[in-house]
């Protein structure tokens, strides 16, 4: 009996980016569970180093700078400029209809988050109706859950993955954190429930259901008053949906075989962002740049937190064996990206 094996190349040249399967027929492989690496969909998990999620941040802020100043991304970010400016322009329009959702939908635009504990003084907030639910899913004690879950399920399961997600979602939450903090303790602008009666520094008025807000920025305000009267400065732009674009980046990159983790992401980031202008904590024109920057620190966080096997099989082809009474062998179907 004659062996044979026949080699077919299927030359197959798509566009991806790198949150696709990359060419792994849509299955996570995993190899070598009980050594110190693993690989899933091409990629090497090694286990994450403890606290590589403060560790990492130097870096990470390197990286972002790399981004931000790089002339290859000038079209990208003045597209971004452009969207910003045109939303500055019908800012105050825009948090008028978004109080559809509270007459239509009657969803509150008061803030009804209960303090559950205070510990270190810091209070642990939880929602109470279907408003505080919505605002909840960008509050950092959401992702430190998620973060947690996947902690997890990878010392249970001594998944890497699981375990490499969970130290990003972290990393990803203090970079994030820290650039929008920066940007807010610069630009200065009001959150729209305080900008009605912004000079007795109250939200009585917004409350009251009066949603006639003016915009106001104040660029390097003084750090005494901001820190005195923080919602009155810290608009500009989103913490919260810059920390949820980075965790959904980084579990959408990390489990791309799981297609559904997009499109329900991005219906949760704009329930997210919509009842943050119902509720007064954000203007539109503050998400563009939130959403772009949680992106990029995403993404970095994921690609420091694996490596990528170009000398697997895993990563580009597939072996499919055959037999029939003369022969047997191996078809190999390769795939170039």
């Known amino acids: 009996m004659r062996i044979k094996i026949f080699i077919i190349f299927f030359m197959t040249f798509l566009y991806s980016d790198e949150t696709e399967d990359r060419g792994h027929f849509n ?20 286990k994450p180093k403890p606290f590589t999620f403060l560790t990492s941040l130097p870096n990470d802020l390197k990286e972002y700078s790399q981004i931000v100043f790089d002339k290859s991304y000038l079209k990208e970010f003045t597209g971004l400029a452009l969207v910003t400016g045109a939303l500055i ?14 007459d239509d939908l009657g969803i509150s635009y008061v803030d009804k988050m209960q303090v559950l504990a205070e510990p270190f003084n ?46 990003q979602i972290l990393q990803g939450m203090f ?41 106001r920025w104040e660029f390097f305000p003084n750090q005494i008053t901001y820190h005195k009267y923080v919602s009155s400065y810290d608009a500009y732009p989103s913490g919260h949906l810059a920390v949820f674009m980075s965790t959904l980046t980084i579990i959408s990159e990390n489990y791309s075989e799981y297609k559904f983790i997009k499109p329900v992401g991005y ?30 620190l995403g993404k970095i966080a994921v690609n420091n937190g694996r490596q990528g096997d170009n000398k697997s099989a895993s990563l580009n082809y597939k072996l499919i064996p055959y037999y029939n009474p003369n022969e047997i062998g191996v078809n190999l179907i390769y795939k170039f990206n």
């Open 27 to 46: 299955q996570p492989l995993m190899i070598n569970k009980t050594s110190d690496y693993q690989l899933f969909n091409g990629y090497i998990y090694k």
């Open 89 to 102: 322009y019908f800012d105050e329009d825009l948090i008028k209809k978004s109080r559809f959702m509270h």
């Open 122 to 167: 810091q209070p642990i907030r939880v929602p109470s109706d279907l408003g505080s639910m919505l605002y909840f899913i960008g509050d950092g004690w959401t992702h430190l859950g998620v973060s947690i879950s996947f902690y997890t399920v990878g010392k249970i399961k001594n998944d890497n993955r699981a375990l490499q997600t969970s130290s």
């Open 175 to 215: 970079s994030a954190g820290f650039v929008t903090q920066v940007l807010k303790h610069i630009t200065g602008r009001v959150s729209p429930f305080k900008s009605i009666d912004f000079e007795s520094y109250s939200s009585e008025e917004f409350y009251n259901g009066n949603t006639d807000v003016h915009d």
């Open 267 to 296: 219906t949760l980031m704009t329930l997210l962002g919509l009842q943050m202008m119902n509720n007064g904590v954000h203007w539109a024109s503050d998400y563009p740049l939130s959403i772009a920057m949680g992106y990029y």
